[in-house]
């Protein structure tokens, strides 16, 4: 039997139906048809499927999708404002921080969420800030380059969104991984 889920995506309020095992990911990408969350592992290692799920970064797959009921969710399709790409994003393309691109929407999501915490990371902090993020083409220098880019900006320093006491944030899932 499916799920009736009401939640908010990208600004906006969003119902779907869905059943009590898919993911979050499968719900975005096959229902909602909000591809830019990429399923790479399926299994909580590559971060490609990232997006914020009530302030914090989470693997999408690892979520259920009627765990959305009542939350707040930002993908990567949410990040650009009216038409205005972010200044993540300007930096990513500015800098080539990107070769395939299947990594990327999981990075900018990550990082997004690194700056709005933390708006003047270091090197040391970025790399472990996107330690969840894996890209296949090794271009992590790039990367790391393109949010200190966007670091010295102040649009990329947007205010955070509200946050649920409780939830696993991918942080954790990372870290209760490697114990
Ligand atoms: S697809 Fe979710 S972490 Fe890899
Ligand atoms: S750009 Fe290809 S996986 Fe990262």
Do not use: W
């Not at 990408?29 to 302030?55: F, I, P």
């Not at 969840?132 to 947007?158: F, H, M, W």
């Amino acid at each position: 039997m499916k799920t009736h889920v009401t939640t908010t995506i990208n600004g906006g309020s969003v119902e779907f139906l869905c059943q009590p095992r898919q993911s979050l990911l499968e719900v975005l990408r096959d229902e909602l048809s909000l591809t830019g969350c990429k399923e790479g592992c399926n299994n909580g290692n590559c971060g490609a499927c990232t997006v914020m799920l009530d302030g914090l970064p989470v693997n999408s797959c690892l979520v259920l999708a009627v765990e959305a009921e009542g939350a707040v969710i930002e993908t990567v399709e949410g990040i650009a404002e009216q038409g205005h790409l972010h200044p993540l994003q300007q930096c990513f393309l500015e800098g080539a921080a990107l070769q395939c691109g299947i990594c990327t929407p999981g990075f900018l999501v990550a990082a997004k969420a690194l700056l709005e915490k933390n708006p003047q990371p270091s090197e040391q902090e970025i790399r472990f800030g996107l330690a969840g993020n894996l890209c296949r083409c090794t271009g992590y220098d790039k990367i790391v380059r393109a949010v200190q880019a966007a670091a010295q900006t102040p649009e990329a320093q947007s205010p955070g969104l509200s946050k649920r006491p409780g939830l696993l944030s991918r942080t954790t899932q990372t870290e209760a991984k490697s114990l």
